[in-house]
């Protein structure tokens, strides 16, 4: 038996393993991966020394940990191929926008442990967020174990499940626009004349060490931006333009676009 399968071996998938792997939360030997392209399997299997296979059936039949890292159309075909393997004591993960626990359940037999989690591509460098909630057969200690597991590639929420559609708009599908917002700024110093490299350096570095700032104090976002402004400054200047512009305004519409996508999904 393997402690963890990871159906899907892509962007999410390998986060995942590479993250819980990297935190020494689990053996290599307790790991497989699967993915429907066998080169994929391959690469996977010699980067991270683990077991890979294109056999989603046998490898969830061997698992206590089953996660679901694929997206959300190949959802159906994939639970119908595994449904009948999946042993009552297996815990299903499914890290899907719109694949509801109800929904989810119904793909499995009755009493069926599933827990919905909705991490984000920072996994990759252990600094993930991660949200996760759970049907009423998974035990507080099962949900103790998973919360673990994904607290090896960063922080872990658990909310209730009405929330994890917010979930996928403020962190989920975030790096997205974030990625925006630090290429933006950075094409802004390319036009100034500095070289583009440089401009990513400075630009990221502002946006991680803001961010971590506030993690780290406490502080509110508006109590690090006011320090920044001292007044009749330049930071001001630049929150003048971004007000006028409707900065705010938007990326409060686009999350809630996010949302009501991953509600419809
Ligand atoms: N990317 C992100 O930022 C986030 C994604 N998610 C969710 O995570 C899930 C995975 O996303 P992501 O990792 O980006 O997707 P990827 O497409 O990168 O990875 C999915 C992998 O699964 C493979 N696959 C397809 N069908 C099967 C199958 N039948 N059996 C086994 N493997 C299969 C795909 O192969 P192929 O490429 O050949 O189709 C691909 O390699 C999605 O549901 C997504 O919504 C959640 C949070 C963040
Ligand atoms: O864009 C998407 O659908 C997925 C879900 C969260 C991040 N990426």
């Known amino acids: 038996m393997k402690e963890l399968c990871v159906i899907g071996s892509g ?56 996660i679901l890292a694929v997206k959300p159309q190949f959802y159906k075909g994939i639970i119908k191929s595994i449904q009948n393997v999946i042993k009552p004591e297996t815990i299903i993960v499914s890290i899907a926008p719109g694949e509801t626990l109800e929904k989810l359940k119904r793909g499995f037999k009755e009493g069926a442990k599933i ?40 922080r872990v929420e658990e909310v209730p499940e009405y929330m994890m559609n917010s979930v996928v708009g403020i962190s989920g599908s975030s790096p997205a626009y974030v990625c925006l917002l630090i290429e933006a700024m950075a094409d802004a110093a390319v036009k100034e004349g500095m070289n583009r490299q440089q401009a990513y350096t400075f630009s990221e570095q502002a ?3 803001s961010a971590k700032l506030l993690l780290e104090t406490g502080m509110s976002p508006s109590e690090l931006k006011d320090m920044v402004c001292s007044p009749g400054g330049t930071s001001i200047e630049a929150v ?21 996508k991953s509600m419809e999904l």
């Open 115 to 154: 827990i919905r989690a909705m991490p984000n591509t920072p996994a990759m460098v252990l600094e993930g967020m991660t949200a996760l909630c759970g049907n009423s057969n998974v035990t507080k200690i099962e949900m103790e174990h998973i919360k673990k597991l994904f607290n090896g590639f960063g």
């Open 11 to 66: 962007n999410m998938g390998k986060a995942i393993v590479k993250g819980i792997l990297k935190a020494g939360l689990l053996e290599t030997s307790q790991v497989i991966v699967t993915d429907i392209n066998e080169e994929k399997v391959k690469r996977i299997e010699k980067e991270l020394s683990i077991s890979g296979s294109c056999d989603n059936q046998k490898a969830a039949a061997e698992s206590h940990i089953v």
């Open 240 to 260: 003048s333009v971004l007000e006028e512009k409707g900065f705010r305004g938007s990326v409060i519409k686009a999350v809630e676009a996010c949302v009501k």
């Open 207 to 209: 946006v991680m060490g």
